[in-house]
């Protein structure tokens, strides 16, 4: 059974730092991108960032490029969020998902997230 | 990295059908087909319903289908139960940040 485990989320005051982490079992970790989307209380889903299988590529929405760092431990199946320079829009649910991808020609397609965690609450305020 | 564009709510009684649509641009939905579809009950995560614009995952009920026309994908909900009262966002591959971007989401109401 597959299954994704989001912690360390909590209070932290605007300009702080927060690491996220998500365990992953039940899949070989290795094999799939994985990806954070946030959620803001009483509003939509938002994609945050994903990485490759490998760690070797990474993507970022525009609102958390140059502030948040997506990265992986293959050797551990847990995928991490490095957040700084938090602002209260990033008041958030944090999701944690795997997303299936189309590979071709060294292209790889996002698809769709096939499982999801149940998030951890990062609350940014003074 | 605009958000694809969803109605805010959409409604039908039971046993009708309802189709939500979901608006892009020629950057993702309307040059991919990899358009998803999620559903989310209050407090729960989401669920993927439909993938790659009309494929359903295994245990989805076929009342669900996709569709899509030029730059707009639609999700139909057939024969409506009470259990479809949730809300519903679409997703697409999108050639802004290589990966993906979320609709803004329907609540769906079932009167």
Known sequence: EVQLLESGGGLVQP???????????????????????????????????????????????????????????????TLYLQMNTLTAEDTALYYCARATRFC??????????????????????? | QSALTQPPSASGSPGQSVTISCTGTSSDVGSYNYVSWYQQH??????????DVSKRPSGVPDRFSGSKSGNTASLTVSGLQAEDEADYYCSSYADSNNFGVFGGGTKLTVL
Request: hydrophobic share 30%.
């Open chain 1, 15 to 77: 300009g702080g730092s927060l690491r996220l982490s998500c365990a992953a079992s039940g899949f070989t970790f290795s094999s799939y991108a994985m990806s954070w989307v946030r959620q803001a209380p009483g509003k939509g889903l938002e994609w945050v960032s994903a990485i490759s299988g490998g760690g070797g590529n990474t993507y970022y929405a525009d609102s958390v490029k140059g502030r948040f760092t997506i990265s992986r431990d293959n050797s551990k199946s």
């Open chain 1, 104 to 126: 071709s020609g060294g292209t790889c397609y996002y698809q769709y997230f096939e499982y999801w965690g149940q998030g951890t609450l990062v609350t940014v305020s003074s």
């Open chain 2, 42 to 51: 209050p407090g729960k995560a989401p669920k993927v319903m439909i993938y």
